[in-house]
């Protein structure tokens, strides 16, 4: 790639990958979807720090139950204003009292041999690089998990129009005649239904649910590659080679597997990375329309659905970060679809 950028888009799409994948394992809050709530600290700006009081030491799991589904929730956590340690007795200043039990302050008595295994276990300092929301949730957590969310749904939608596009395009290029038509009709139909309304419509036949928006996205991006498909096999199915594969008695699914499929990958991985970009947004529309993802699971689209109404009231980071993620995520996907078109 002799484009400079390129190269930097594919380092960031790998950091952002990564984070996805790792999940729980790099994120501030790392309870299940980041839904650690402390309306104690609500709306506070990008870099606001504090200290939180566990009355409980975290459960340990593993690292591979940890990047998948986080720590348990724990609602025992206190955020202070301060705390300071008085002889045998650590003072905790609650930042808000009303949410403390009505208590200011917070005395636990601690024998000084054990002061210092107590404050690691259970005092810690958080810093909310990106704020907090509403329900005073980590913004950077949040944005994170939804990051899996994005790319998951692109990668699953990805993999079913593939199965799909490919297998109906190579039978409609191959085979022609009343195979073909018949394809070509499908295809024509759902070309020109309106792909949102038909994406809602097949998540209301499948119901609402995370797997079930996977499956619907996928289920509408199988077109363009059967299309695409369809014409390169066209294509190819008349060079000399097939002809000899045909006059030597090769099957049907030999032809199609080693004579025609490697050379077609090139149009295809074009298009997938187009569509991979495509089911990004989809899906960041639907849950901005509350028919995504249902809470507490963040989504990109869905933040900025709970959030917009913060550009006029003074906490526009809300709906920003999310926003400018999902528009560097998507152009990056572009550029990329646009050098593999050059070079492919």
Request: net charge positive.
């Amino acid at each position: 790639m002799k484009d400079p950028s390129s190269k930097w888009i594919i380092v960031y799409l790998v950091i952002i990958s990564l984070l996805a994948v790792l999940g729980y394992s790099v994120i501030p809050d790392s309870s299940a979807f980041a839904n650690n709530q402390h309306l104690e600290i609500r709306l506070k700006e990008p870099g606001y720090s504090c200290y939180f009081y566990r009355e409980k030491v975290p459960t340990k799991t593993s690292f591979f139950k940890t990047i998948a589904f986080g720590h348990p929730f724990s609602p025992s956590e206190i955020a202070l204003k301060n705390w300071i340690l008085s002889g045998d007795s650590l003072l905790l200043y609650v930042i808000d009292p009303l949410l403390a039990n009505n208590r200011e302050m917070i005395a636990i008595n601690i024998e000084a041999k054990h002061q210092e295994e107590f404050q690691e276990a259970h005092m810690e300092r958080k810093i909310f690089y990106l704020g907090t929301d509403r329900f005073g949730r980590d913004v950077l957590s949040r944005m994170i998990i939804g990051l899996r969310i994005s790319l998951s749904v692109g990668i699953i939608a990805i993999i079913i129009s593939l199965i799909i596009g490919l297998s109906l395009g190579l039978m409609a290029g191959y085979f022609g005649g009343w195979v073909d038509r018949f394809i070509m009709w499908l295809i024509n139909v759902i070309w020109s239904l309106p792909s949102l309304l038909l994406i809602i419509a097949i998540s209301f036949a499948l119901g609402k649910g995370f797997w079930q928006m996977f499956l619907a996205i996928g289920l509408s991006m199988w077109v363009e590659v059967a299309r695409v498909v369809r014409g390169q096999v066209l294509s190819i199915k008349q060079n000399e080679y097939i002809e000899a594969a045909r006059a030597l008695a090769y099957s049907h699914l030999r032809i199609i597997t080693k004579h025609i499929l490697p050379n077609i990958w090139g149009p295809v991985i074009v298009i997938s990375a187009a569509n991979f970009s495509t089911a990004i947004l989809v899906e960041a529309g639907l849950s901005f329309l509350g028919l995504g993802v249902a809470p507490p699971i963040p989504s990109l689209g869905g933040m900025i659905r709970e959030s917009y109404m913060g550009i006029f009231f003074g906490s526009p980071w809300l709906s920003l970060f999310p926003g400018l993620l999902i528009i560097s995520i998507v152009y990056s996907l572009m550029i990329i679809g646009r050098v593999l078109k050059k070079y492919l």
